[in-house]
């Protein structure tokens, strides 16, 4: 692995990036930092604190994610306390003059120093020109910004204390894309998504055809009149409308206020939106008409009431149901929640033959 110039580049045991320390290596590698997790000291270099914000009091820190050797940049409140559990927000960068993943980050430092939760941009694969790729290729890049991002979620929850039930997923203009397809494709680890003035062609949530999930609530952020992510923006919203996504539509661009919406997006959501997702994992090859079920709820529901749909029900938390017949089925579940109402979650499972 190198550098942009070219030298070699080293990680440590940590995935902390070591950039060359020549006489100039701070003009050759403006993004220096040396970062350990958890209790470890932040060491940076005399005269190159150019990943520090002057509006927050910690630095932005820079690191290898180990799983695709990307990297990303997060920033770590400076009240962080390992003992609670800490929101997520990842961000995706977009292209152009601020299109990075610095950048971006630090539109959003002095929210997450305020208002209390860890903001991470992985440095994304750039999409080419539309008019230059084939679908594959644009597929390809969202497939790997997609390893990436999760990539990064999984290696701050290994070094620091991160909420389960409180993980969102953001992107501006390009970055929009791979956002969007990340999040609606694992609605089992973010909580919403929030795109804001997307610029994407459609085409890229093919893949996604089917895979929406009714509950997971997404905020378009866009100006319908803007004459260069207008009509994309309108493209979107229609295409989660007609595949019954939860779509929060919200008129505004990026620039007048857009993060402090998107965090209030997200506030919302936490506060007025009760979270369970249903996982049905595949049989074993022993007993291919058998299925396992798991919850996962940002509550702890005071009932459980599955119907398996063939008839068969269950009153405990994480069943198992053995199918009599090969098909296709939709499990629903009931969830008493703590306020008195009740929450409702399905899947639709297919066993033996329907497979």
């Not at 290898?64 to 990307?70: K, L, Q, R, S």
């Not at 409180?166 to 970055?175: D, E, K, N, P, V």
């Not at 609530?217 to 319908?224: A, D, N, Q």
Request: hydrophobic share 40%; charged share 25%.
């Amino acid at each position: 692995m190198t550098t942009d110039s070219g030298l070699p580049k080293q990680v440590d045991a940590f995935g902390r990036v070591r950039r060359p320390t020549a006489r100039r290596a701070c003009m050759s590698f403006p993004r220096v930092p040396a970062v350990m997790i958890a209790v470890f000291p932040i060491l940076v270099p005399a005269g190159c604190d150019t990943l520090r914000d002057p509006n927050v009091p910690d630095p932005i820190r820079l690191m290898m994610e180990p799983e695709t050797g990307g990297e990303y940049e997060y920033y770590r409140p400076s009240s962080y306390d390992r003992a609670k559990a800490w929101p997520l927000v990842i961000v995706c960068h977009g292209t152009g003059m601020d299109g990075t993943a610095n950048a971006e980050l630090r539109k959003w430092t002095s929210l997450s120093e305020s208002q209390g939760f860890f903001v991470a941009a992985p440095k994304l694969v750039k999409p080419k020109s539309r008019w230059k790729t084939q679908p594959g290729d644009r597929e390809d890049a969202l497939r790997a910004n997609e390893r990436l991002i999760l990539g990064t979620v999984r290696h701050l929850q290994g070094g620091h204390h991160i909420s389960a039930d409180r993980i969102f997923l953001a992107g501006r203009s390009t970055g929009a894309a791979p956002a969007l397809f990340t999040g609606l494709s694992h609605p089992d680890l973010f909580r919403a998504v929030a795109i804001v003035q997307p610029k994407f062609d459609l085409a890229d949530l093919g893949p996604l055809q089917g895979r929406v999930d009714v509950n997971q609530p997404v905020l378009l952020r866009h100006l319908p009149s803007d004459p260069l992510t207008g009509k994309d923006a309108r493209a979107a919203q229609d295409w989660l409308l007609q595949h019954h996504g939860d779509i929060v539509d919200d008129r505004g661009g990026y620039r007048d206020g857009a993060v402090d919406r998107v965090v209030d997006f997200f506030e919302y959501v936490v506060a007025s939106r009760p979270w369970a997702h249903v996982k049905a994992y595949a049989p074993d090859a022993g007993t291919p008409l058998e299925i396992r079920f798991e919850l996962k709820a940002s509550f702890a529901p005071t009932s459980f009431e599955w119907d398996f749909g063939d008839g068969s029900t269950s009153l405990l938390s994480s069943p198992t149901h053995a199918y009599a017949e090969a098909g296709t089925y939709r499990v629903q579940v009931t969830l008493g929640h703590p306020s008195g109402k009740a929450v409702v979650r399905a899947v639709t499972v297919s066993v033996g033959d329907g497979s």
